[in-house]
């Protein structure tokens, strides 16, 4: 089975999270879909690049969630949410996805 990028799973979950908090006006579920996208990445960056960057990654992806909510006061929430994303899907492709691809 294809691993699935750990990019795409973590910038999923941020924007898929915000989205299901917003849509279904129930903060907790957003958090839910935030929660399992986290774990499913932080496991895939492990298997991918190993435990330390896996927990560097998991604290990246946590501050992104908590800088999102000061910096869309600022530019609005869809872009802190896209910037949030961007940022973590781009650590995660640098640190662990191409490492993981060019040993494959």
Avoid at 14 to 20: I, Q, S
Wanted: aromatic fraction near 8%.
């Amino acid at each position: 089975m294809a691993r699935v990028p750990g990019a795409a799973v973590a910038g999923l979950g941020l924007v898929g999270g915000y989205a299901v908090a917003r849509f279904s006006k129930r903060r907790p579920l957003g958090g839910v879909v935030l929660a399992g996208a986290g774990a499913v990445a932080a496991k895939g960056w492990k298997d991918a690049a190993g435990v330390p960057v896996a927990a560097g990654l998991t604290g990246l992806y946590v501050a992104a969630f908590g800088a999102s909510h000061p910096l869309a006061k600022k530019i609005g929430a869809w872009p802190s949410v896209f910037a949030a994303a961007g940022t973590v899907a781009a650590a995660s492709y640098v640190l662990a996805d191409r490492v993981s691809a060019a040993g494959s």
